[in-house]
């Protein structure tokens, strides 16, 4: 059995794509006989307050689904500052400096990015131990940040080029999330890189109609952040009587989007917190007739996982962006796609939906497990790591 390190700034019980994105390949190495091993933070996202049962700790270790998860000390915060944000990363990159150069190790390392800062400092003192290093790149920052409008090309957007080009450089292997991960990656350096995309594993009932509703209910269920504009998206919406919006998640956006709701109640939409990945799943495998997957801006390089988790579900998706995560929803016939921020084009839309059939959410589901498995994906990967 070899060992082998997971660093992320998000686990479970922290909720969210990123969260679940990494206890999903933890378990999938561990089941392929890896002895696994996750440093994170002290639990803290997305409410930015420390968890209950950690609260005042340094350092926690516990055994979870036989996997050692380490929690180091963060400075936790969802504020919407820059300053603050960035005080927070390097906390925990600080706390997990100091845990590597003094801890024992695996030789092999999983190094999630973004957090760019959190990367860095993973890649360097994984580097200066000698280790293996496999840097799995779900977003490119800082170019992302450019493309959301929150960076511009400063002195300080030129030094985190240089900090990104420093990570895959010093990389023994990259897993990009998408196509156009790979390829900016092959343009900055010679480090090999493999295509890993974030698809979901979890059993679903087989039972997957809808409840009988005369209602239309599309769902939007995910992070409630700068990225996906929800506030912006409920402001522009003009939903029809028969159709309702329903939402589920957590962010920096959450108390401006109740503030909204409550002051424009005539909108059907509703909000309904955040809830376990499990009842969530409930709700959408019985209640929803469309997932709505919106983002702000068209990011070069972001695929969100949502696609391929909605996708399982057998949900007919409405993708409010353009690039890869489109062409993936086209070519797989999987739902419309709208290009952001065009709200006139999402209202007609709106107009028409009907109800969602039980063959169509059949249908959808078969090319999910035909196209987007976890499983047969991760047999790649497993491989891959093995031979550095």
Not at 5 to 21: D, H, K, V
Not at 307 to 320: C, K, N, Q, V
Request: aromatic share 10%; with cysteine; glycine share 6%.
């Amino acid at each position: 059995m070899q060992d082998i390190l997971i660093i992320s700034n998000y686990y479970p019980p922290e909720t969210g794509a990123a969260a679940n994105r990494i206890e999903t390949l933890a378990h999938g190495l561990r089941d392929k006989g890896w002895n696994v091993s996750v440093l994170c933070p002290l639990p803290n996202y997305p409410n930015g307050k420390t968890f209950d049962g950690y609260q005042g700790k340094i350092k926690h270790k516990s055994v979870e689904k036989n996997i050692t998860v380490y929690r180091t000390w963060v400075f936790p915060s969802n504020s919407k500052s820059k300053v603050v944000r960035l005080i927070s990363m390097l906390s925990f990159s600080f706390s997990l400096s100091v845990f590597l150069l003094f801890t024992k190790t695996p030789k092999k390392v999983i190094i999630q990015s973004p957090p760019l800062f959190v990367a860095y400092f993973s890649v360097l003192m994984n580097k200066i131990k000698g280790k293996k290093i496999i840097l799995n790149v779900s977003d490119l920052w800082p170019l992302a940040g450019k493309e959301l409008g929150v960076m511009t090309e400063s002195f300080s957007y030129r030094m985190l080029e240089k900090i990104e080009r420093f990570n895959y450089k010093n990389a023994n292997l990259v897993l990009g999330q998408s196509n156009e991960i790979c390829t900016h990656v092959k343009e900055s350096v010679s480090t090999k890189t493999v295509l890993y995309r974030n698809y979901p594993k979890f059993l679903l009932q087989k039972n997957t109609t809808a409840e009988t509703s005369e209602k239309i209910h599309v769902v939007y269920a995910g992070l409630l952040g700068v990225a996906q504009g929800i506030v912006t998206l409920c402001k522009n919406i003009r939903l029809p009587e028969n159709v309702i919006l329903d939402i589920y998640g957590n962010g920096a956006e959450k108390a401006e989007l109740i503030a909204f709701i409550e002051k424009n109640p005539h909108k059907n939409i509703f909000f309904h917190g955040e809830l376990t990945r499990t009842a969530l799943h409930e709700i959408l495998t019985h209640k929803a007739d469309y997932a709505i997957i919106p983002l702000v801006n068209r990011i070069y390089g972001s695929v969100p996982s949502k696609i391929f988790e909605m996708a399982h579900i057998g949900l007919p998706i409405i993708y409010i962006a353009g690039g890869e995560g489109g062409d993936i929803v086209k070519e797989f016939q999987l739902g419309t796609v709208i290009a952001p921020q065009d709200y006139e084009s999402l209202n007609r839309l709106f107009l028409k939906v009907s109800k969602t059939s039980s063959n169509s959410r059949v249908k959808i589901r078969e090319i999910a497990e035909e196209h987007f498995s976890f499983d047969r994906q991760l047999d790649v990967i497993d491989e891959e790591i093995k031979k550095i």
